[in-house]
């Protein structure tokens, strides 16, 4: 049984918290909100129970955690060097979205990081996560809090789907403001590289850095070149249904190439739905298939933000095909990209 503490995040109920970072310290796992997406929190510095965050997630060994900080003291007890960079960083940044890959910290066992003498750490922004790190007073090791490969939770229910009676504990927040993972900036390499792109943008970090990197081709933002094909690209973050990307500059081009695809589905008695923005809306109602809206195209946060729960709703409602477009490898439009490339089991690119 998986015990549901409410809390609400305004005002933490303290009770509640100390009851869950009690938890932790007992070597149990709770799940918890942060500002991105639902962790699934251990202790640590605790072998054993980080173990078992693996097992509850079925999540292979060689995936390194990040470790969830909530004052700048506990850095210093992650991590084994924090240069002059991170400091910059972490002043701009933090709490928030920003997770920085620093030289580990002896205390902190191999399992976290996969055996890597390197470690993940951020702090977060969400005042629940920071109640929890605070009460329980040692840093916490949390993933994303779903089942390996599946798409990440933005709320307790979805969490619940996914590890109901595998996790000891779930604190049910409410939403996260952001809805999609944390950057994650490698700071041990010769120039830092951002290995995952999410809620704090390339652009944002060169402004602090004189040269941030994108891990990858596959990720490079000027690639004109043909994408591999989407065997190659690793497929996480994937829903039930075929995820199918159109990826085009012209977002003109690229409706026009759903309303294509969908069209051959639908005649084919598939049930399809369209991940579209407001914008979009209005050409895709004469196809008469399910229009999941995920906000305005000027406002890209709001799309990542709704994203992942878009996907699972469609999920839930035994959708075969899903068809989405690209929004662009400008500011928060990287971060949807790399999602939609990994949810999908098909991407078309056009011009
Ligand atoms: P998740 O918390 O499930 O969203 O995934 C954490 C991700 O952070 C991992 O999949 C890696 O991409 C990245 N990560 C964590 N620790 C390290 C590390 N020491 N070196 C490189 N990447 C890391
Ligand atoms: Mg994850």
């Known amino acids: 049984m998986t015990i549901v503490l409410k809390v609400d995040p305004r005002q933490p109920d ?3 918290i100390r009851q869950a970072a ?3 310290l007992e070597g149990n796992l709770v799940a918890f909100p942060t ?3 639902y962790g699934l929190g251990a202790n640590a510095l605790n072998r054993k129970a980080v173990e078992r965050v693996f097992y509850a997630k079925g ?4 995936d390194p955690l990040i470790v969830h900080i909530a004052s700048l003291q506990m850095l210093y007890e992650v991590v084994n060097n924090v240069p002059n960079e991170a400091l910059s960083l972490i002043d701009q940044f933090w709490p928030g979205p920003l997770t920085l890959i620093l030289p580990r910290h002896p205390s902190i066992p191999a399992e976290v990081s996969a055996g890597l003498n390197t470690v993940a750490v951020r702090m977060p922004s969400h005042p629940i996560a920071l109640a929890l790190i605070e009460h329980a007073g040692v840093p916490i090791a949390a993933p994303s809090a779903n089942r390996f490969g599946h798409t990440s939770p933005t709320s307790a229910a979805h ?4 590890l109901d009676g595998k996790i000891d504990l779930l604190i049910d927040g409410g939403e996260p403001i952001v809805g999609v993972e944390s950057t994650v900036l490698d700071l041990t ?3 830092p590289v951002i290995l995952r792109p999410g809620g704090v943008t390339h652009e944002e970090l060169m402004k602090v850095l004189d040269s941030v990197l994108l891990h990858g081709d596959e990720s490079s933002i000027d690639q004109k070149d043909p994408m591999p094909s989407p065997g190659m690209l690793s497929r996480h973050y994937a829903p039930q249904a075929t995820l199918i990307l159109i990826e085009s500059e012209n977002s003109t081009n690229a409706c026009m190439r759903i309303i294509a695809e969908a069209t051959l589905l639908l005649e084919s008695g598939k049930r399809v739905a ?3 923005a407001d914008e979009d809306a209005l050409i895709f109602e004469q196809l008469g298939v399910r229009i999941e809206i995920i906000g305005s195209s000027q406002n890209l946060a709001q799309i990542a933000n709704r994203l992942y729960s878009a996907i699972r709703l469609l999920d839930e409602e035994k959708i075969d095909f899903i068809l989405a477009r690209s929004y662009g490898s400008k500011g928060m439009g990287l971060a949807i990209l790399d999602r939609l490339r990994r949810a999908a089991s098909k991407i078309i690119n056009i011009e």
């Open 14 to 16: 303290l009770e509640k």
């Open 22 to 24: 009690a938890s932790l």
């Open 35 to 37: 500002e991105t997406v």
């Open 59 to 62: 999540r292979p060994f060689q």
């Open 159 to 162: 969490v619940l789907a996914d």
């Open 189 to 191: 390499q010769q120039a």
């Open 274 to 276: 369209i991940l579209s």
